[in-house]
C-alpha cells in the first residue's frame, strides 16, 4: 500500500510542471510504460476517458455518426499520396518492417492519422451521390514518435477518436467542419467544464493535408494553451489523392469534399491542468469516476456502517456515482487522499449525523464544509454536483477573461505572454512575422479571432489583416 | 448505391464458405483492409460490437473489474522472459523496428497480447497482500500475424478484450479462471443466444505459457467447432518471469498467481456461423444493430409516414432499436435487404393496417408472418424479441445436441465429423494420440469433458483418462 500525502505534492504556483507530475502518478491516473514516451492509463484515469467517450459518443450518434473500425496498419505508400500529409507526419511515424518472422515487402505505418487509409476505403465505397454525405468516426489508439513527453498531453501512443465525412460539395463539407467545431465547445463547457477560444488556425498550425484547421483552444493554471481538440475541412485533397468520386444527379463523375475531427486523451490533460490546484486533481462532476465519497465517522460505532451503505445506494439509484471508503485508514487520512484524487463531494456521515438527520459536507472546488438534510439528500447533492460543475466552469472562466491582454508591439507581447496571459493582437498574415513572434517570445498563434479589430501587425507595424490569439502552449 | 439481391448470395448447404464471404461482404459488415489480412469493421458490424461490448463491459463491472489501457508497443526481450510464450506468440509478431525517422536500439512487439507488459506494470504496482487481488480488463486491438486469414474468424488485427488478474494464492486464481469462463458462457448463452460448450483445453492446445487453459465452443452451421472465448491460470509462470511478488501477513515475500480472459471480433463470426439461413444473416435480438425494421406499405398514402413515425418513436422509447426505412426502394426489395441484414422483426404498416389497428410482424427466424394489434404494439414486439432469442437458442442447442455422437475407433471418429458431428471419445492423454486424431481425421480436442465416461482411448485402445470433444474447427 503506498499512502501518500498532500504534502508529496510540488506547490503548483511554484513549480506547475512538478505538480502535474505528481498529480497524475499519486493520484494513479497514468503511470509510464516500459517504452519511452508511452503510458499506462489506470482504472482511475481510464474510468475519466471512458466518461469522456459515453459523453461524446452520444453527441456524435445524436449528428447521426457511424462508429466503424479501420485497420492499424498503413502501407507507407498510401502516406506518401498527399504530398504535405506525408511532410507532416513521416517524421513522427512508427514503422513495422517485420511480421509473421519475415521482412514485409512494403514497410506499414502504424497510423498516426487515418485520413489516408479511410480516404482509401471511402473511395472504394462511395458510387453515387446517394451515398453522400457519408460520415463514420472511429475510437482508437494512435502513434506519433514525439521526442518529448508527457502522460496525457503527448505521447508516443495516445487514444482518440477521429470523425471523417466526404460531402457532394465544398460548403457542406466547411459547414460540418464548424459544426463539428461547435460540438467540441459545447461538450468541453458542459461536460469539461471548461471554456475554450475556438477559431481558425493559421497556415503555419493547420493539419498537414488540410486547407482549414479550427482549433479549440483552453487556458492552463499557468495561463499557457492547450489544444484540445481540432476540425479539419480539406477540400478536394484527400479526395483526388485517393479517388474518392461520385457520380453527380447529372450523371458526372465528381471528386468529393472530406473532412475530419478529432479529441484525444489530452483532455485528460487539459481538464487537469485547467481546474487542479495546491492540494490536487479537481475534477469536473459529469467526467469524475467517483463523483461522491462517503467517509464514515466512527465506522465501528453501531449504525454507522448501514447508513453509509444506505445514502450511497439511495445516490447510485439516481445516478450518482457514490462509493463508500470504509477502508481501516483514519478520517483524515481518507479525507487527503479522495481531495488529493480531485472527488467532487465528500459527505461525512457518522453517529451524531444519524441522530440529528444532517450530512456533513465537503465542496471540493471550494474546499468549504457545510450541512445538509438527510432527508432529501440525494436530491439536493445532484443539485450541489450540478452548482459545483457551473463554478468550476465560471472560475476558469474568469480567469481566462482576465488573462486575456492586448499587445501592439513584440515587446508587449513577450509582457503579456510572460505574465501567463493570451496575447491578443493585430498580424499582417505572414509567416514571417508569425516566426518572429515565436522566436521573440516563445508564443504562437493559437486561433484567429472571428471579430478582427486588430488595425497593425504587431511584429512589423503594416495592415493588419487577421486578429490573433498568441500564447505560449502545451 | 449497391443494390444486392439474396440471389447474389451463395447457397448455404453446398457452399458454406462462400455463402460466409458473401454474407459479411453484401451486409455491409466488413470489408477487406488494403494490408493483407486486415479487415475494416464497417458501421452495420461495428454496432453489433459495441453491443456485445457494452454487454460484456457490463458483466465485467458487476463482478469488480476494473477497464485500464497497457501499451501497444512491447519491447522483444519482454516477449522473451516466458519461454513457452514467446515460442508459441513470436512466429506471429509484427515488428516495428524504426521510429521517428531512425532504427530503434530494441525492436518492439506490436501485442499479439498483453501478459508481458501487464505482468511488468502488476510487479510494479502490487507490494503487499492488501494489494490483491488485482483484476484489470482492457477493450483494445492486437495484432497475429496469420498465413491463411478470413474476417472475423482469423485476421492480422482483431478488437478483443483482455482481463488479468493477480491472486495471493493458486486456488483464488484457479477459481477466478472458471468464474470468467462461467461468465462468458451465460454471456453466449443470454445475449449471443449461441449454445457452448465449455471445459479444460488439452496440453497441446493451450494457451502459450498457461498451467491450464479452459474454452468455450460452438457448434457452427456446417457442424464445425469455432473456439469463442478462453480463460488461462498461469501458475506462478509470468509472475516469476515478471517478478509479481507481494509481501504477505506474515512479512515474507511470496510470487501471485495470476490468470487471463478474453474474447474478440471472432464472436461476430460465432453468431453468424451459428444463426444464418439460405437468405443471409439472423442477428440474435441483443446484439442486433435494428431490432425492428418498419417498411411503410404505400408509404406516399395519407397517414403512412406519420404512423410509421410513431410507431418507431414509440418502440425506442421502450428501448428497442428501431428504424423506419423510407427510402425510394420498393416494400419487395427493403424486404429482401433486411431478411439479408437479419433483422429480427420486420414490421409491415400500410393503410389498411391503420384501418384495422394491426400491425404485420414478420419473423426473420422463423421467416413467419403474423398479425399484432397496434394497441400495446410495443410491449407485444418487446415479447416477440424475446420469443426470438430463445427460439434461436433452442434451434443452436438442438442441432448440437443432435450433432454430437460417440467414437470408439478412429474410423468412426472421421466419420463423425466428415457428417459435421462434434465426436465425443475417450483420450488415453498421451499426445501422439492427439497428433494421429488429428492426422486421420483433421480432427483436434476441443475440451475435455468433465464428465468423463470414456473407458478408452479412440486412438490406441488403453485405458482413457478423459474423455473429449473432438472437432473440426475454424
Chains 1, 2 share one sequence.
Request: proline share 4%; with cysteine.
Amino acid at each position: 500500500m503506498d499512502k501518500q500525502f498532500v504534502s508529496q505534492i510540488a506547490d503548483i504556483e511554484t513549480d506547475f510542471p512538478q505538480w502535474y507530475t505528481d498529480v497524475v502518478l499519486k493520484t494513479k491516473l497514468v503511470d509510464y510504460g516500459p517504452v519511452k514516451g508511452t503510458m499506462v492509463i489506470r482504472p482511475y484515469g481510464y474510468a475519466v476517458w471512458e466518461n469522456i467517450q459515453r459523453e461524446l459518443d452520444a453527441r456524435f450518434k445524436a449528428a447521426g455518426v457511424e462508429n466503424a473500425y479501420f485497420p492499424l496498419l498503413i502501407p507507407m505508400s498510401f502516406m506518401t499520396k498527399e504530398a504535405e500529409h506525408v511532410e507532416g507526419f513521416a517524421p513522427e511515424v512508427a514503422v513495422v518492417t517485420h511480421a509473421g518472422g519475415a521482412k514485409l515487402e512494403e514497410p506499414l505505418a502504424v497510423r498516426p492519422t487515418s485520413e489516408t487509409i479511410i480516404g482509401h476505403m471511402f473511395g472504394k465505397w462511395i458510387e453515387s451521390w446517394r451515398d453522400l454525405p457519408l460520415r463514420q468516426n472511429q475510437w482508437c489508439n494512435v502513434m506519433r514518435w514525439e521526442k518529448t513527453t508527457r502522460p496525457f498531453l503527448r505521447t508516443s501512443e495516445f487514444l482518440w477518436q477521429e470523425g471523417h465525412s466526404v460531402y457532394a460539395t465544398g460548403e457542406e463539407a466547411e459547414a460540418e467542419t464548424l459544426r463539428m467545431l461547435a460540438l467540441y465547445r459545447e461538450f468541453a463547457e458542459n461536460v469539461l467544464c471548461m471554456p475554450v477560444l475556438t477559431g481558425r488556425k493559421t497556415e503555419k498550425e493547420k493539419f498537414a493535408g488540410a486547407v482549414a484547421t479550427y482549433g479549440m483552444e483552453a487556458m492552463m493554471h499557468d495561463g499557457k494553451s492547450l489544444q484540445s481538440g481540432t476540425t479539419h475541412y480539406m477540400g478536394q485533397n484527400f479526395a483526388k489523392a485517393f479517388n474518392i468520386q461520385y457520380t453527380g444527379k447529372d450523371g458526372a463523375l465528381e471528386y468529393g469534399y472530406t473532412m475530419s475531427y478529432g479529441v484525444s486523451t489530452r483532455l485528460i490533460g487539459a481538464l487537469i491542468m485547467t481546474h487542479g490546484d495546491s492540494r490536487g486533481l479537481v475534477l469536473p462532476p459529469p467526467v469524475a469516476p467517483v463523483q461522491v465519497v462517503i467517509v464514515p465517522i466512527a465506522q465501528k460505532k453501531a449504525g454507522v456502517a448501514e447508513a453509509c451503505a444506505a445514502l450511497s445506494e439511495e445516490l447510485k439509484a439516481c445516478g450518482v456515482r457514490a462509493k463508500v471508503d470504509d477502508s481501516d485508514n483514519s478520517p483524515g487520512w481518507k479525507f487527503n487522499e479522495w481531495e488529493m484524487k480531485g472527488v467532487p463531494l465528500r459527505v461525512e456521515l457518522g453517529p451524531r449525523d444519524i441522530e440529528n438527520g444532517k450530512l456533513t459536507v465537503f465542496r471540493r472546488d471550494t474546499c468549504e464544509k457545510g450541512e445538509i438534510c438527510r432527508e432529501n439528500a440525494a436530491a439536493r447533492i445532484k443539485e450541489l454536483l450540478a452548482e459545483i460543475g457551473a463554478a468550476l466552469y465560471r472560475k476558469a472562466e474568469t480567469r481566462m477573461k482576465e488573462r486575456i491582454v492586448q499587445a501592439g508591439s513584440l515587446e508587449e507581447l513577450l509582457a503579456g505572454v510572460d505574465g501567463g496571459n493570451f496575447v491578443r493582437a493585430g498580424w499582417c498574415g505572414e509567416r514571417a512575422c508569425e516566426d518572429r513572434v515565436k522566436e521573440f517570445a516563445q508564443a504562437t498563434a493559437r486561433v484567429l479571432d472571428e471579430n478582427h479589430t486588430g488595425k497593425t501587425c504587431v511584429c512589423c507595424g503594416r495592415p493588419a489583416k487577421h486578429t490573433v490569439y498568441f500564447a505560449r502552449a502545451y
